[in-house]
């Protein structure tokens, strides 16, 4: 509402009707200012003259008879305009709902206007939902809505919602189909730690050589000398006291994740028929779970202090790789692949230095389990 | 093996006659033995083929040595990986278990690729027009030395009946596996006692009571000897491959040549190899064209094959082997028909090394595969392994086939 003070300016907008009585007395004032300007231009003095007599001199707001308070007068205002605020952005209530809020009848309804008109209870069904999960059945719930219908927010409804055009269908197509993942993981780790000279497919023949062999080598027997020695099968002694825990479908679920190198469901008798499995299941059970970082200096006295590190799967599955490649070399036969393949049945069967190896590496890491938080952080405390 | 019923159905070899082939070095690395236990082979069609032939040449002797006796010729051919060594061992087999005399050449490429000593032979009085012919000692002492172990039971129970000449006669062998076992031993005699045990094999007494047994000659890769060699004259001049008397001896056996024929009955079954072959146009042709004969084509067909008119001349010696008195038949091997790939898929799947379920569907997947049947290619798929099991981890593993 523009105030008093405003009077000296030409009023643009005039949205309002101020009351009779002060609207005299502003327009007297305009005119006495008007007149003065004009002496003013016409090229008098530019002192002051004096006011004609019988009035005084008066300031911006001294014409103004002040006989409300401000909040009374914004009040009075108010009530003349309505409790409600204007419409100053000019958008008018749509006539439907005016018409649904007073309750008009409806033979008063045009035509036109009732054919467009929604029936009660349908409107904006669309599910606000964020989640980028959601389950196809309730998609289709969802694009089942209305019955004369009309499915609000599925403009595309070949799509699923949200979508342009339908999503193609994955079902059939399995990680194999995938050019660069066509191979087993293990396999291919494998072959190609013993691939040298960039010769892929010799190291290839080898890696079929080396799974023949195990096929026909006899099913792997613990070791009684050392009963520690087993392998990572369902069936062993170390399984059966861990809970099985279910495949974690929902990964926002608080069920925690399955290990990294789950044990083999196989039997220990049937291995040599499923050589990819024997190979898998040797190489996960030789893995470390760590590797000790020698940190300098922060032993004291300039030694170095152990600290583990724990290992990812592709991590733990090459250290066992190297260990099986530099005990295959030590071995007599001529060619690499019965090597390595009598290597990977000695481990089987717990006769292998390389037990002695792993078990040196997790005994140091128990030992130096401490030293984990040494390690971490910038800063080196002085 | 004999029985047509058993088409399809794969046959373990017995004991004996394991320890029999092994001898004769009929087991070779080529023919996926390594990831079985006991070996077994497929009874194709093609191996009841041959047992009803040394049926035929068994019912065909008479009571007395030499009656009756007739000489089956065969060569067979075949893809590479189309069975052609294992049917020579079937056919080896087949002749072990009918109690015959089995001379096993096992790699023709010995022969031929001047790893063995050679030496030239003395010509004869007369034959001044003819080719130098050259021995190989140590090649003859292997050949009897295969003869004598993998026949040891049969020969020693056959004395020597002919005279060869003082060297060998006064060595008073008493049986021909002693006999021959003089060959092995001694390479320098070699070349003689080889000659004299095949004349004690192959020529009988006429008349006589005591009969000989048949004796099969196994040649497998015989392409190569059909050309030049890596071997050279005292002149530097190359020496083909039809100047060594082995060689010779068994060619004009396989080809009927001059008198050469097996007196006391037989087969020679001669197969070519496909792998590492030297290039021999003439003898491919002219194994073409005793099959289009076989089929019934007319030389003056447009179908016939004919060679080609601007290639180089054949080789004259190759070129006379297939003259028109050559009663030897050429056998193709093709691929497996469906019963019998079944029965291959069948055992690969008992021995636990194929872990699919052997449908049709199956059978004729991999039949498609492996080029319609060709049996090396049915073995590698029926041992294939490919992707592993995998329950779960961060490689999101898919369950496949093994």
């Known amino acids: 509402m523009p105030s008093p003070s405003c009077l000296l300016r030409p009023v643009r907008q005039a949205a309002f009707r101020p009351r009779p009585q002060v609207l005299k007395r502003k327009l007297a004032l305009i005119a006495q200012t008007q007149t003065r300007l004009a002496s003013n231009v016409s090229g008098n003095d530019q002192k002051f003259t004096p006011a004609p007599p019988g009035e005084e001199p008066k300031g911006p707001n001294e014409g103004v008879s002040h006989s409300m308070h401000v909040t009374e007068e914004q009040a009075a205002y108010d009530k003349i305009q309505g409790d409600t605020p204007p419409d100053i952005d000019g958008q008018g209530t749509p006539v439907q709902e005016v018409l649904q809020r007073d309750g008009v009848s409806e033979d008063k309804i045009p035509q036109v206007m009732k054919d467009d008109m929604q029936p009660p209870g349908s409107g904006q069904k669309r599910s606000y939902s964020t989640s980028a999960r959601r389950l196809a059945h309730t998609d289709m719930a969802q694009s089942q809505i209305s019955e004369n219908g009309m499915v609000v927010g599925m403009e595309y409804p070949d799509a699923g919602p949200g979508h342009k055009f339908p999503l193609p269908d994955v079902s059939s197509v399995s990680r194999l189909d995938h050019l660069k993942r066509r191979y087993d993981p293990v396999v291919e780790q494998v072959t190609k730690s013993i691939m040298r000279d960039g010769k892929l497919s010799l190291a290839q023949k080898n890696m079929s050589t080396i799974l023949s062999i195990l096929r026909t080598a006899p099913p792997p027997q613990l070791n009684p000398a050392f009963p520690g020695r087993t392998l990572l099968l369902s069936d062993s002694a170390s399984a059966s006291t861990s809970t099985p825990q279910p495949p974690n479908q929902n990964p926002f679920s608080p069920v925690p994740t399955p290990p990294d190198a789950p044990p083999t469901h196989l039997p220990r008798s049937t291995l040599p028929l499923h050589p990819i499995e024997y190979l898998t299941t040797t190489i996960d059970s030789i893995a470390p779970l760590v590797k000790i970082r020698q940190q300098k200096g922060l032993a004291g006295g300039g030694a170095s202090l152990p600290i583990p590190v724990p290992l990812g799967i592709r991590q733990r599955r090459r250290q066992a790789i190297q260990w099986i490649l530099a005990a295959a070399d030590a071995r007599k036969e001529v060619k690499l692949a019965e090597r390595v393949a009598k290597t990977l049945v000695e481990i089987a069967e717990g006769r292998s230095p390389v037990w002695e190896r792993r078990g040196m590496v997790h005994r140091l890491g128990v030992s130096a389990r401490s030293n984990v938080r040494s390690g971490r952080g910038g800063m080196r405390r002085r | 093996m004999a029985d047509a019923a058993k088409v399809g159905s794969v046959l373990a070899l017995d004991g004996p006659v394991i320890d029999q082939l092994r001898e004769a070095k009929a087991f070779k690395t080529t023919q996926n033995w390594n990831l079985f236990r006991a070996p077994s082979t497929l009874a194709r069609a093609e191996t009841i083929e041959v047992a009803a032939d040394i049926q035929d040449v068994n019912d065909s002797l008479g009571d007395t040595a030499g009656l009756g006796a007739t000489t089956m010729r065969r060569v067979v051919t075949g893809e590479k990986a189309s069975g052609k060594s ?104 070699a070349p003689r006692v080889w000659d004299a045990t095949w004349k004690e094999l192959t020529v009988p007494v006429e008349g006589a009571k005591e009969k000989r047994p048949p004796v099969m000659v196994a040649i497998d890769g015989v392409n190569f000897w059909m050309g030049e060699t890596r071997y050279r004259s005292s002149d530097y001049k190359v020496i083909h491959a039809h100047q060594f008397t082995l060689v010779k001896q068994f060619l004009d056996l396989l080809f009927s040549r001059g008198q ?103 059978v004729a997947e991999k039949w498609s595969l492996s080029g319609g049947g060709i049996v090396g290619e049915m073995c590698k798929l029926g041992a294939r392994t490919r992707v592993g099991i995998y329950a779960t981890g961060p490689r999101e593993g898919v369950k496949v086939r093994v």
């Open chain 2, 86 to 189: 294992i049917h020579l061992l079937q056919a080896m087999s087949l002749a072990y278990l009918n109690k015959w005399v089995v001379v096993n050449v096992p790699d023709c490429q010995e022969y031929v690729i001047n790893q063995s000593a050679y030496t030239p032979a003395a010509t004869k009085e007369g034959d001044q027009s003819k080719d130098q012919m050259y021995n190989q000692p140590q090649l003859a002492a292997d050949l009897l030395s295969r003869l004598a172990y993998s026949n040891a039971d049969i020969l020693t129970k056959l004395k020597p009946i002919h005279k060869h000449g003082d060297r060998i006669d006064s060595r008073k062998s008493k049986n021909l596996k002693d006999l021959a076992l003089i060959g092995a031993e001694d390479r320098i005699m």
């Open chain 2, 260 to 362: 050469n024929s097996l007196g006391n009955g037989g087969m020679v079954m001669a197969v070519t190899t496909k792998s590492n072959h030297p290039i021999t146009p003439a003898f491919e042709l002219l194994v073409r064209q005793t099959r289009a004969r076989q089929d019934g084509v007319e030389m003056t067909d447009s179908s016939f094959p004919l060679g080609d008119q601007y290639a180089k001349m054949p080789d004259p010696r190759v070129a006379e082997l297939f003259h028109p008195d050559t009663q030897t038949a050429v056998t193709e091997l093709k691929g497996l028909s469906r019963p019998e790939s079944k029965g291959l898929l069948e055992y690969f799947a008992k021995s636990g090394i194929f872990r699919e379920a052997v449908t049709d569907s199956e």
